[in-house]
């Protein structure tokens, strides 16, 4: 697992294909700390103004017990890169997996206000 802590200027994170040129942001729905597309996913946290969030991803790993899981999904890799990156900041994650699809659960300490984020990878698949 790699982690690390960091402000988030606008409080979303991105997790992506960053190669992917067709990727499509989703659009922030108020009062919902996740949105997705077919190729991203967004997570609210904490904004940098009320300070630092841990971000971590992880594969195929048990989520830390005292987090609550807000959402699981798979989105779209077609380059073999899946990222999480930040609108100011940039990458702070990036990994191969492989070429398709992989599929991601979100888990966070606070419904509100998230300042400690896991991101699990539970598999990559090759073309579906």
Known sequence: MDSVIT???HGIVFILDPRNKEV???EYVKNELVAATDSCISVVTQAEVDGEVEIALAF???APSDLIHIAR???RVPHGTLAVDTADEGILFERDVPK???TVSIWVDDM???TRVFINVERALGPV
């Open 100 to 102: 398709g699809r992989a």
């Open 73 to 75: 999904g798979n989105i």
């Open 60 to 62: 195929s790993e048990a």
């Open 24 to 26: 499509q942001i989703p």
């Open 112 to 114: 509100k206000h998230p």
């Open 7 to 9: 402000s988030v200027h």
